[in-house]
């Protein structure tokens, strides 16, 4: 069963903004908050060439790459418009301000 | 009878279903299509939606019907709209139904194969019929047009059993069709009742060129002969031509295309007003108000047009008024040519004749293949012709579209805007005469038959289609000229620059950047979300275009008022540092005019060993840059190298880069002014300050210009009386020379006029301008004017730049010192 391990709390990342994750090996995980305070967690590797998304502009529920301004959604990590790829999701758990990961995830 | 009723009877019906009115579209081509996408896009659920098409097919590219005819593509390849589209879109697709009356009254529609139907609205885009020439034998079998796949077929099947072929009619429709069927091996004849080729957009010289280069390719020509007969052969099909003069030509299959009439028998019918098309307003309403009508089918003020871009400006602004958002405006347009023969390149656009009142400006290299005609009028462009050569066509349609005065453009305006070359592509300004496998953006890697392929085979008709399905163009941009020559020759005259004066500042608005300017200054709006709030932008929080735009506007506007956010500048502006392809960042010491001290190099060098940085290297700017540190290590080392007083150089920022010295009069034998001493009093001044793009300056202690002030953003050269001001330079993806401004005569004055200058461009350029685009658009005489000639208004401005720069800090100082702000550096973990 996933062990839920608190990361930080909501107000540890700026609204429209990110947070980097580092696990026990690469690639890191981003988490991301939206201006109406929802989290979403991907791993941090554009599906292009391996940005960091986490650098990048978020709007509404998307994150854009900083390397070559590719879209990709917080939701379910596919890019948007006419480019083809996917960034892996990660699951996060948002609860009394505070937010989770599953700590049993690979590593360890 | 069953008991009980099918459960989902039960269910109550979703009520947009019940009330949507009936939108009814006759003619599926592509003015109808196009206008139901743009409708899709702003209402989707507005309409019940249903077309009748005649031909058989759902939506295609007719333009591309000529290289189908040449064998260079396949019908299928074609298609913009296929059957799948309409179903997921829940429009109901009528094909191979004529609609053959309207009842306005009942507001029915009815259709030769039997259906009726209702509307609340009707679109009519019946297009265009080619005009047949009433002569005898016109009706024989082999007497084809050109208009549908229908016409095409028959051609393509002709050509594989007969060996001879007229075109009656040398426009670029007839052009098209004998290069077509010279292709499929027919020996072809181009019959023309006019003295030269295409007289409607070309003048007799580049006609002439031409004619050559389609004789190159095994064309015949008849010109200035009209026909009088077809004649009719023993098996009862086409077997010649006569012509007035009595003489015969003898042929086996004969293809019209002498021009097109707007097709509207059937508004006609219904009794709508037309007059050479169905007369619209500026809304595309008919006179019936429940009728609008877009495409060949209309004439509006008076012009009916025959070629793709106007439809698609027509569809626009149909599908606004058809949504009820009633606020476009459709003004007529300019149109362009190009002939989509392979390897030919053609261009023209607007009064290309020339007149008593106009200016030719013309260039004639027939050995070469090359003729270039500009005509202007009132030191505008007002028509062009291009052959062999039409790198710059684009650039002339934006001159035309805009009206722009060229005034200044005029000495070089024949060479073209890449005269000076763009780096990137060896100077390459001709894409036709590339081979398919030649890179044309080197940023993506993406070469030439990659970019035709998907223009062709998805459908492309815009420069930013092309960027998103390919990506060539989307970095760097200096290959745009070649992509929008590319598109050009694909999709003819269906391509249009876009309209650089009335450009949306980004697809989350409708706005242009004046615009948005306008409202901040006005209406003093002091954030993002207030912007978009009163302009009522269309996402909620914007995208990565218009947001670090916003930013920048709202703190250049209200200095030391507005706030700036972080999140809606790039990462680099963010960190104060430039993100490298591995996610690492480079720091970037300033060193003022370039001079370093002892303690400041080994201040440098310690921060390189001590945060184990790969590589160090000697910018252009005079600085030198850690490249490869981690972004958790930013702080930190920032904090070390405040310790020796170095502080941020903005090699990240759309801001003040660098100030580029010679030694100057302190030193070498030749110096008149102390130019490394005015650098570094300009870039202290000039420190932090935000700037629609970077800027870049420079400054020379005499004319020998080791400092290479010539193509900077400002370039100083030192002489003995003062100093010259250049301004508008770049060194960048495109090489541009500064234009002189104007001559001072102290350091003071330097400062002020600098300052002015810079301020006026931070004011009036859109964000991502460099100073050379703002200039070009600005035009060089209003920016003397208003920082060379009135001082008054120097003085204002000039008072601005130093009151929006009171106080600023070095950022990297601020960060370190500052806990709240390390938040942005810090990594946490599982
Ligand atoms: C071979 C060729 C090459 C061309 N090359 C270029 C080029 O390079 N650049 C450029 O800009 N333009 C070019 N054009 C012109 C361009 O294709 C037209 O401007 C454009 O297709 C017109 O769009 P439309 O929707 O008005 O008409 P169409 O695309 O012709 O669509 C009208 C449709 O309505 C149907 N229809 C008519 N009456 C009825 C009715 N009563 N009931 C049901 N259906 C009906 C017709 O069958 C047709 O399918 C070219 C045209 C041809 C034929
Ligand atoms: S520009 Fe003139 S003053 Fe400056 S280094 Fe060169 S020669 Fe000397
Ligand atoms: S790595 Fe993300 S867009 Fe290229």
Known sequence: ?108 | MTAHPPLNSLQPRPIAERTRPKLVVVGNGMAGVRTLEELLKLAPDKYDITVFGSEPHPNYNRILLSPVLAGEMTLKEIILNDVDWYENHDIKLNTSSRITRIDRVLRQVFSADGRVEKYDRLLLATGSTPFILPIPGHDLPGVLSYRDIADTDAMIEAASRYHHAVVIGGGLLGLEAANGLRQRGMTVTVVHVMPWLMERQLDRPAAELLKKSLEDRGLQFKLGCETSELMRGEDGRVCALRFKDGSTLATELVVMSVGIRPNTALAESAGLFCHRGIVVNDTLQTFDPRIYAVGECVSHRGIAYGLVAPLFEQAKVAANHLAEYGIACYKGSVTSTKLKVTGIDLFSAGQFMGADDSEDIVLSDPAAGVYKKLVLKDDQLVGAVLYGDTADSAWYMQLLKDAQKVTELRPHLLFGQHHLGDSGHKGETQASSLPDHAEICGCNGVCKGTIIKTIKERGLFTLEEVRQHTKASSSCGSCTGLVEQLLASTVGGAYQPADGLHKALCPCTDHTHEEVRKAIREEHLLTIPQIMTFLVWKTPNGCATCRPALNYYLISSWPHEARDDPQSRFINERAHANIQKDGSFSVVPRLWGGLATPAELRAIADAAEKYAVPTLKITGGQRIDLLGVKKKDLPRMWADLAKSGLVSGHAYGKSLRTVKTCVGSEHCRFGTQRSMALGVRLEKMLFGMWTPHKVKLAVSGCPRNCAESGIKDVGIIGVDSGYEIYVAGNGGIKTVVAQFLCKVASDDEVLEVVGAFLQLYREQARYLDRTVHWVERAGLDFVKQQVVEDLEQRQTLYERLLFALQGTEDPWTEIAANPSHLQEFEVMSL
Do not use: Y
């Not at chain 1, 650098?55 to 790459?65: A, E, K, R, S, Y």
């Open chain 1, 1 to 108: 069963m996933a062990q839920w391990k608190r990361i930080c709390t909501l107000d540890e990342i700026p609204r429209l903004g990110a947070r980097v994750v580092e696990r026990g090996a690469p690639p890191n995980i981003a988490l991301f908050r939206t201006a109406d305070d929802q989290v979403f967690a991907l791993l941090d590797q554009c599906p292009h060439k391996q940005g960091p998304l986490s650098q990048g502009l978020v709007t509404d529920t998307h994150v854009t790459c900083p390397l070559h301004g590719w879209r990709i959604s917080l939701v379910d990590g596919q890019a948007q418009g006419a480019d083809a790829g996917c960034a892996a999701t990660v699951p996060v758990q948002l609860e009394d301000g505070w937010i989770s990961l599953e700590s049993s995830h690979e590593s360890h």
